[in-house]
């Protein structure tokens, strides 16, 4: 099993740019791969990025651009480089571990406020 624990996220501007961390415990963290999730109030939650095992990277066509997303095994977390913040972007996102097709495993979730 694994353990995941999101913080980052905040009250920022239009424009401006968040690092979302999820900072994984309990496992050996490089063979999970890992996802990000978003859900705005009223929303479904929706796939943000995903990364392998061995670093390859996927977004959801609507995030392409803005969104990055990237691992550090050594130190058994990942992240998610939000550039460009929109009020749109708003949500809480999730953090989420799997193997396979399994993707059991989520974080509790850090809160992302884009507003002035």
């Known amino acids: 099993q694994v353990q995941l624990v999101e913080s980052g996220g905040g009250l920022v501007q239009p424009g401006e740019s968040l690092r979302l961390s999820c900072v994984a415990s309990?496992?050996?963290?490089?063979?999970?791969?890992l996802g990000w999730y978003r859900q705005a109030p009223g929303k479904q939650r929706e796939l943000v990025a995903t990364i392998t095992t061995g670093g390859s990277t996927n977004s959801a066509d609507s995030m392409k651009g803005r969104f990055t997303i990237s691992r550090d095994n050594d130190n058994k977390t990942g992240y998610l480089q939000i550039n460009s913040l929109e009020p749109e972007d708003t949500a809480v996102y999730y953090c989420?571990?799997?193997?396979?097709?399994?993707?059991?495993?989520w974080g509790q979730g850090t809160q992302v406020t884009v507003s002035t």
């Open positions: 309990g496992s050996i963290f490089s063979i999970y791969a």
């Open positions: 989420n571990a799997g193997i396979g097709s399994r993707w059991p495993y």
